[in-house]
């Protein structure tokens, strides 16, 4: 059963910095694209961050670039989100998404999983 479960979330404060992992199991990440979507609640789900297969390249929504890295480890079939200088604004569920293939170059924009996690809270204080 292919599955991917998310870690890490939490409450902190504005400044702040965590990390979220995605543990894939029932299948190999290497052949897949990755990423990270989130959720505020009463809004849609919104595009964050993606990686392809290799980690040659990534792609950062705007409100995150700078802030957040998007990193994996095919080794250990996991994911990750680093999320430095938190915002408020950044309060969320966060969702891991696998999409199959191994794409050169992602674009947020273009980026369609196939796969979805449960996700994991980010509370971010004032």
């Known amino acids: 059963q292919m599955q991917l479960v998310e870690s890490g979330g939490g409450l902190v404060q504005a400044g702040d910095s965590l990390r979220l992992s995605c543990a894939a199991s029932?299948?190999?990440?290497?052949?897949?694209?990755m990423g990270w979507f989130r959720q505020a609640p009463g809004k849609e789900r919104d595009f964050v961050a993606a990686?392809?297969?290799?980690?040659?390249?990534?792609y950062y929504a705007d409100s995150v670039k700078g802030r957040f890295t998007i990193s994996r480890d095919n080794a250990k079939n996991t994911v990750y989100l680093r999320m430095n200088s938190l915002k408020p604004e950044d309060t969320a569920v966060y969702y891991c998404?696998?999409?199959?293939?191994?794409?050169?170059?992602?674009?947020?924009?273009?980026?369609?999983?196939?796969?979805w996690g449960r996700g994991t809270q980010v509370t971010v204080s004032s």
């Open positions: 998404a696998a999409e199959i293939g191994r794409r050169a170059v992602v674009t947020g924009p273009t980026f369609s999983p196939d796969y």
């Open positions: 990686i392809n297969w290799s980690a040659s390249n990534t």
């Open positions: 029932g299948f190999t990440i290497s052949s897949y694209t």
